[in-house]
């Protein structure tokens, strides 16, 4: 199983902020299980975090299409090689 390809996969898709960990675990009767932790963003509405966990889904299912899929979301903190958006910003004049 090749977890390195999932979690570059993963890193790739917008909105998804880190992956934390991408493990594949093996089943007795030949099959797998891969498992990730997923981090967003703290101001990331609810509705698009399950939309984007449906997208990490499909990502995996391409590359493992027989795998059974087991997505935990976690609120991240910002990306170190990400620049952060203007809006995060506070500026104060003084007269």
């Known amino acids: 199983m090749q977890t390195s390809a999932i979690q570059e996969a993963l890193l790739a898709t917008a ?23 997923l981090g967003f963003g703290p101001s990331t509405p609810l509705g698009e975090v399950v939309a984007l966990l449906e997208v990490a889904r499909a990502e995996i299912r391409a590359i493992a299409p027989e795998a059974v899929i087991l997505l935990e979301p976690v609120v991240a903190g910002p990306r170190g090689d990400a620049n952060p958006p203007t809006d995060v910003f506070v500026i104060r004049g003084a007269d």
């Open 15 to 37: 909105g998804i902020q880190s992956v934390e960990s991408v493990e594949a675990h093996a089943l007795a009767d030949g099959g797998h299980i891969v498992t990730a932790r």
